[in-house]
């Protein structure tokens, strides 16, 4: 009898490759079961017609004539994309090492959506979870955590005190056998996840749209797994440009600094280990209060995005629940980015919507406490300021050699703290460690569908 456990990674980047009995179960199990085992199976970026779910955005509220093409990530089960490096990582651990839901406690450091994503994927193949995260983020974050059933350790901060997260984990949980610690910012199966799956998602929506081409890519690191998606469309599409983005009150990858935001998600204070500098060109800044800004606009402003600038109307009540803050500050990212380049008509910038709006809504609560009543005048201003009047100010070349040297020293002064040998981090440098770590799927997708077999 056949055991189902999970896809494989095949399978997430081509679910109509998975078993179509099990891919209708599952469709059906999203619907009305969000914690039925199956909902492993729709872990991917398409929808039921095997399409993956994108939007285009307007040029009149993106003031460009490039099309910016946004993945859409609330979709996946537990609502965020972030599942998906959650799943390869514990899947990954039971084929290849053997770990056993009874022998393990599954521990997730985390900002929210990883964390969520933890506890999630760990109630669904038996484990029980606990999730290591900054004490100050979204009231939502928190409860959809224990929804799943998952416990929480919370350390003091905000979403820039993530490294007390990371050193909490190493200091009470990495050594101890009764742990499998799931730190998000080094593992590989992030990387691979994101370069073979969302990578190739990015590449086939933008096939149906302008020039069926992709001029670049812009994202927030936050772990560097969403980055990783660089590397593939760079296969296809070798003179894409890649845009890291990070809020500029914690410009760490730009200028070393660090400092408090409110973009839940990124801007780690940090170079994360699997983050591959080498195929990174541009870091750029944005403003976190834009991002929290620009969010209240797309979820509320639909009459004033309508009659003050245009935006079709289909187009702009779409927009309701589609995005979070660093969906936000991913899209002022690529709107900025088309400008950078002089992109024209048919041209595509594409980026990523990580979750939706659904853990959000106590930051808009917040944003009106210190805002004051929020009117549809000072939408509107708001609106053509954060995103048609996106500026080209705050971007650093970092092709440069000097640039790349200063951003490995980073990572190494870094993750030597926490056990990685310069050995180790000298090979990060090199573009054949990532190939290699890549070129794993194939053996490792055999194992998977042996292991479901046995």
């Avoid at 002064?413 to 990532?434: A, H």
């Amino acid at each position: 009898m056949t055991k189902i456990v999970g896809p494989t990674y095949e399978e997430m980047r081509h679910p109509e490759k998975i078993r179509p009995d099990i891919r209708q179960q599952a469709q059906k199990a999203l619907r009305e079961n969000e914690l039925a085992p199956i909902n492993l199976f729709n872990i991917h970026w398409k929808d039921e017609h095997n399409r993956v779910r994108y939007i285009v955005l307007p040029p009149e509220l993106t003031g460009v004539e490039a099309n910016i093409i946004v993945l859409i990530g609330k979709d996946f089960p537990s609502g965020s994309h972030k599942v998906g490096p959650v799943y390869t990582t514990l899947i990954e651990a039971m084929v290849l090492e053997g770990v056993k839901p009874e022998d393990k406690i599954v521990v997730g450091p985390s900002t929210g959506n990883f964390g969520i994503g933890t506890a999630y994927v760990s109630k669904l193949l038996g484990f029980r979870s606990l999730v290591v995260m900054p004490d100050s983020m979204s009231a939502e974050r928190y409860e959809r955590i224990r929804k799943y059933g998952g416990d929480l350790d919370l350390t003091p901060g905000t979403e820039s005190d993530v490294i007390l997260t990371l050193e909490r984990t190493h200091d009470h949980y990495m050594r101890d056998p009764r742990y499998l610690v799931l730190a998000q910012f080094e593992l590989l199966p992030n990387y691979r996840f994101h370069r073979y799956v969302t990578g190739w998602a990015a590449i086939e929506a933008a096939r149906e749209v302008g020039n069926k081409g992709i001029a670049a890519f812009a994202c927030a690191p936050g772990s560097a797994g969403t980055i990783a998606a660089a590397d593939e469309i760079l296969t296809h599409y070798p003179d894409a440009v890649i845009v890291a983005l990070e809020p500029r009150e914690c410009p760490t990858l730009y200028s070393g600094g660090q400092g408090q935001h409110r973009i839940e998600g990124i801007g780690d204070k940090m170079v994360t280990l699997i983050h591959n500098v080498l195929t990174t060109d541009y870091v750029m800044l944005i403003h976190d209060d834009d991002s929290v800004k620009g969010l209240k606009v797309l979820q509320d402003g639909t009459d004033v995005l309508v009659e003050r600038l245009g935006v079709p109307r289909e187009v702009a009540e779409s927009f309701k629940g589609l995005f979070g803050i660093s969906s936000v500050c991913n899209i002022i990212g690529a709107i900025k980015t088309a400008k950078m380049l002089g992109l024209g008509k048919g041209d595509n910038v594409v980026t990523i919507a990580t979750d939706g709006f659904d853990r959000y809504p106590s930051v808009m609560e917040d944003l009106e406490k210190r805002r004051g009543p929020i009117d549809d005048d000072r939408l509107e201003v708001w609106a053509r300021g954060i995103f048609r009047g996106a500026t080209t100010e705050e971007i650093l070349d970092v092709r440069p050699r000097e640039q790349k040297n200063r951003l490995f020293r980073m990572k190494r002064e870094l993750w030597t703290r926490f056990g990685y040998s310069e050995e180790y981090l000298r090979r990060m440098e090199t573009q054949d460690f990532w190939d290699e770590e890549y070129a794993r799927i194939p053996e490792i997708d055999a194992r998977i569908r042996e292991w479901r077999e046995s």
